[in-house]
């Protein structure tokens, strides 16, 4: 994947499931997880498989059922 393009990751966030939509090279890739802590490790392998090595991610505001996957994804980033 090239590293000059803009990767943005979009959530969905509910109580029991976060939905992905992750738009990059013209492309969308959709998956959902479960908003769990398994859910954000399945999260974490999903962009991990997919070699990106920055993604620009945004959730809505919902307030704490964001949290665990804000932290998630905060966290991959360090």
Known sequence: MSN???IVL???VAKLK???A???EQQVLTEQFANTLVGF???QAWLYCLHLKE???CLEATGTYGAGA???LFERKN
């Open 4 to 6: 000059n393009s803009k």
């Open 10 to 12: 979009g959530l969905d």
């Open 18 to 20: 976060l939905d992905g």
């Open 22 to 24: 992750l738009i990059f």
């Open 41 to 43: 490790r399945l999260l």
């Open 55 to 57: 993604v620009h991610a």
């Open 70 to 72: 804000a932290h998630c």
